[in-house]
């Protein structure tokens, strides 16, 4: 079992920037492959990023590529995902996953409760 916390989200202007960090418990966070989902009032939730485990290997949503960085620290247990040029199209709630070694993008086993991101304009 796999818990995941969200933080770091808030509330920023256009332009801004913000880094959000997932802390994950257990022993083995290592063996696992992370990403970054997020989901606005009334969309559905939408992948945003994602790094695998043993190689790193990161993945990103077109929408986002280019201004958002996902990145691991092993040693602490967390996944961070920096964003920068922050619009208000990128308001939503942002989820961390974790998933047993890799399957995709889409695919994980746990789930955060997530962190409210607010880009005003």
């Known amino acids: 079992q796999v818990q995941l916390v969200e933080s770091g989200g808030g509330l920023v202007q256009a332009g801004g920037s913000l880094r959000l960090s997932c802390a994950a418990s257990g022993r083995t966070f290592s063996t696992y492959s992370m990403g970054w989902f997020r989901q606005a009032p009334g969309k559905e939730r939408e992948f945003v990023a994602s790094i695998r485990w043993l190689t790193s290997n990161t993945y990103y949503a077109d929408s986002v590529k280019g201004r958002f960085t996902i990145s691991r620290d092993n040693a602490k247990n967390t996944v961070y995902l920096q964003m920068n040029s922050l619009k208000p199209d990128d308001t939503a709630v942002y989820h961390c996953?974790?998933?047993?070694?890799?399957?995709?993008?889409?695919?994980?086993?746990?789930w955060g409760q997530g962190t409210q991101v607010t880009v005003s304009s």
């Open positions: 996953a974790a998933q047993k070694a890799w399957r995709g993008i889409y695919d994980y086993d746990y």
